[in-house]
């Protein structure tokens, strides 16, 4: 802390001064205590994951802690907790179950390498075209998604689960009234372990889903041969894991961005996520991607927003599976489903769904939300929902852009020509009406047609231009297309008359 207090102090150069957070111990506090609340709610995720993938438990935490450690120090996004995740499990566990571990850990370096190309080519910057209305729905799918994850947990349990349950409701409900000095979740789950343990309650533990590793992994090379053969069989399902990590990262960092009014860097977050899971390859870990939920548990339940909750999640995991793991095995599973299920209560966007909202939308931006959420709990992935939601709503922006293209015909007095005047966008959805909008037969000799208030966007458009003018040139009359800006003539001019006419 000292040091901290050094480092801040107007004697030292701006460019070594560290963050004024460094000296304040509230912040120092929240940072510490949300990574332990993280690490406790990564463990029964991790282990589950590993059972989706088909590998041992410990394989999914220690994935947990390389992935959250290294992201760290190289990831984008300050407080953004990466870690084993589902989506990934689901991709890789066919290879798993198909050809052995080693295959597994070779597509996750690989998935690396891959991310790493596809953050330096800049796939980060197609974030921007994710629409509003996309990321509602992605944030309303993951709410459900984290609460349908629990009901396993509550369905053919002792009677018990369900008071502790609600107890852990109720104390993260009104203990922050009290003091928001130590989180509410790590109250309640504390509270529930000693109250279980203390009366002796048989209920589901976090003992149950797995024995809990007592020893360090030892880094090394995947067990497989080197071989183009090794290649082509992982590689479509590194891509693939690749896509997905980068897609789930991207879309939390992006929420974590408006949740924090603050910017990251994606393109180094994309770069990041390939080298922890090249970092968590070579420690035989199943790889991994942003995690919402716990980022969600970071973030907007527990107040933390810099690197130093990110490592220590990855950190006091470490130290609890490998120290206190008979201490933890005894947490109640009940615990952590009532942290989750704040989770998804807290991350639901309650505002969208309100009578007023829905009254003032439009349609389409109802029904591309409403398409994210449906495909996405449909296909438990969330790139799917991303992916069909962002092309729905590029479809509809399509179809309400085309509307906006006028064309409005101002005869000249004397009768010597006809002034067309042309507004809005143009392009291949417009540029199809466009060449409807003309009186052919009717007009005089010389037809203006004006695109001062017009843009064209691309070779449909100038297709529809050059069309208008031979069907006028049939009829011996001449045309002049005149107020085109800058971007529209140098298309225009590299473009008109290279293109099939019809005629």
Known sequence: MTGCLLLSSSAVPRSVRLPAWCSDPKAWRTEVLAG?????????????????????????????????????????????????????????????????????????????????????????????????????????????????????????????????????????????RLTRVVPAPLVSIVALTLVTVGAGVAVPTVGDKGALPSSLPVPGLPDVPFTLDTLTTVAPYALAMALVGLMESLMTAKLVDEITDTRSDKRREAVGQGVANIVTGLFGGMGGCAMIGQTMINVKVSGARTRVSTFLAGAFLLLLCLVFGPVVSHIPMAALVAVMVMVSFGTFDWHSVAPATLRRLPAGELAVTAVTVVVVVATHNLAIGVVVGSLLAMAVFAKRVAHHAEVTAVPDPDGGRTVYTVTGALFFASANELTTRFDYAGDPDLVVVDLSAAHVWDASSVAALDTVRAKYAQRGKTVEITGLNHPSAALHERLSGELAVAH
């Not at 394989?59 to 120090?73: D, N, P, Q, R």
């Not at 980060?124 to 947990?153: K, T």
């Not at 002792?158 to 609600?166: D, E, N």
Request: aromatic share 8%; proline share 6%.
């Open 36 to 176: 332990l609340v993280v690490a406790l709610a990564l463990i029964p995720e991790a282990i589950s994951f590993s059972v989706i993938a088909g590998v041992d438990p410990k394989i999914g935490l220690f994935a947990s802690v390389t992935m959250a450690v290294t992201v760290s120090v190289v990831g984008g996004r300050r407080a953004m907790i990466s870690a084993a995740t589902g989506a990934v499990a689901l991709v890789i566990g066919p290879l798993n179950r198909e050809h052995g571990l080693g295959y597994l850990v070779a597509a996750v370096i690989l998935a690396g390498v891959f991310q790493i190309a596809l953050g330096a080519l800049g796939v980060a910057r197609l974030m921007r075209f994710v629409p509003r209305s996309v990321m509602v729905g992605f944030v309303n799918s993951l709410a459900i998604l984290i609460f349908l994850a629990q009901l396993p947990e509550l369905t053919h349990v002792p009677w018990a689960v369900y008071p502790l349950l609600l107890g852990g409701l109720a104390l993260m409900v009104w203990f922050p």
